[in-house]
T-cell receptor, first 112, second 112 residues
């Protein structure tokens, strides 16, 4: 069964706005990762946050992790049309045998 | 050259046919994975291999088999393809720390 669940399933915003996507998971984790997928293409790693970290930044990306709520959020600031893609969280939770378990993704559409 | 290469990129096959999807990587990673992606379901793990002699079933291994021919090569076979195996298939690799997974561009398989 899937570990992570992203919310919302789809998000449509205007260029320049911020986009926030959420991920909830079920078991304790070592780390949580976010990936991006352009339509029909392979996934590309964006950022990793470890279970002992609460916030991490990379360029226009900001990731938070709340292990007490088993949730994470990905914020993309000042979005661009090129940010249009699907975004997935992935966790290596208990029972995963060290594998990454992916959620169903959030489809982000940024309109110019 | 891409770090993870999948062949073929697209394939249409008939029900009952045997088909093999191939994956090769130049990252030097021990760990390799096969995922399947269906619309609305995210990525689901089919098989994974932590080294050449280690093969493990994932969440949805029924109807699939794999072969790890070398550290760099991991192939997925459908012994007798059926229409509900129509999907986008991804190969991925990672090192032992699993800090980042590298994905191929995917194989779009259609079973008619």
């Amino acid at each position: 069964s899937q570990q992570g669940e992203e919310d919302p399933q789809a998000l449509s915003i205007q260029e320049g706005e911020n986009a926030t996507m959420n991920c909830s998971y079920k078991t304790s984790i070592n780390n949580l990762q976010w990936y991006r997928q352009n339509s029909g293409r392979g996934l590309v790693h964006l950022i990793l946050i470890r279970s002992n970290e609460r916030e991490k930044h990379s360029g226009r990306l900001r990731v938070t992790l709340d292990t007490s709520k088993k949730s994470s959020s990905l914020l993309i600031t000042a979005s661009r049309a090129a940010d249009t893609a699907s975004y997935f969280c992935a966790t290596d939770g208990r029972g995963s045998q060290g594998n990454l378990i992916f959620g169903k993704g959030t489809k982000l559409s940024v309109k110019p | 050259d891409a770090d993870v290469t999948q062949t073929p990129r697209n394939r249409i096959t008939k029900t009952g046919k045997r088909i093999m999807l191939e994956c090769s990587q130049t990252k030097g990673h021990d760990r390799m994975y096969w995922y399947r992606q269906d619309p609305g379901l995210g990525l689901r793990l089919i098989y994974y291999s932590f080294d050449v002699k280690d093969i493990n079933k994932g969440e949805i291994s029924d109807g699939y088999s794999v072969s790890r021919q070398a550290q760099a090569k991991f192939s997925l076979s459908l012994e007798s393809a059926i229409p509900n195996q129509t999907a986008l298939y991804f190969c991925a690799t990672s090192d032992q720390s699993f800090s980042e997974a590298f994905f191929g561009q995917g194989t779009r398989l259609t079973v008619v």
